[in-house]
């Protein structure tokens, strides 16, 4: 155990000095990289200890990096749904979250269906097929009145279109997966006809 503690004394005797650091505050990396050891016998060697510092492009870069992925990580966020008319359904896709207004005209338990209707323009005959399994332990007896106007919060699953095989298909049927709807309360409809 002597023996080990003799060998920076031996150091130190042979002519190494460590200077402390600078006393300034808040700069311990500068600090460091100002110390020297001075060799004494054979004149004064300067040996800086080097500490790499950002320069404004690599704060920047840094920067730029954190937007990013705090941006990726914004993106996984609802997708907001796209209001319209319920005659201008069959313009959209499958898979497209949309927002209308409909009149319930039937209503089935057995498959949990609600059709809704809008008959504007007039010469619309649209009718929406509305899903709402995912619903029904919130769905009360006046959301599915006949006659009774509901607002929709849903995504479109199917929208049949003419082809090749099925020339005649019904163009006017569109069916919606519910996620969310409410009684339309105090409705000014030809407000919201104008709207769009």
Excluded at 24 to 34: H, M, V, Y
Excluded at 120 to 149: A, C, F, R
Excluded at 150 to 156: D, E, F, Q, T
Excluded at 164 to 187: F, N
Aim: proline share 8%.
């Amino acid at each position: 155990m002597l023996a080990s503690l003799q060998l920076p004394l031996a150091t130190v005797s042979a002519g190494y000095h460590w200077q402390p650091p600078s006393s300034t505050p808040g700069d311990f990396p500068n600090q460091l990289a100002s110390d020297q050891v001075m060799r004494t016998n054979k004149g004064t060697l300067q040996s800086p200890i080097s500490f790499p510092q950002p320069t404004g492009a690599a704060v920047h870069q840094e920067e730029s990096r954190f937007v990013r992925s705090k941006t990726s990580i914004m993106s996984y966020g609802p997708v907001p749904s796209r209001r319209c008319l319920l005659s201008h359904l069959p313009q959209h896709e499958v898979r497209d979250k949309v927002r209308f207004l409909g009149c319930v005209t039937s209503y089935s338990t057995a498959s949990g269906t609600l059709i809704l209707e809008h008959p504007y323009p007039q010469d619309s005959h649209v009718k929406v097929h509305l899903d709402v399994k995912l619903l029904l332990q919130s769905l009360d007896h006046e959301q599915t009145d006949i006659g009774q106007w509901i607002h929709v919060i849903g995504y479109i699953t199917l929208v049949p279109r003419p082809s090749s095989k099925a020339p005649t298909v019904d163009c006017g049927r569109v069916h919606v997966q519910a996620i969310v709807l409410w009684k339309a309360e105090e409705l000014d409809l030809a407000a919201y006809e104008a709207s769009f």
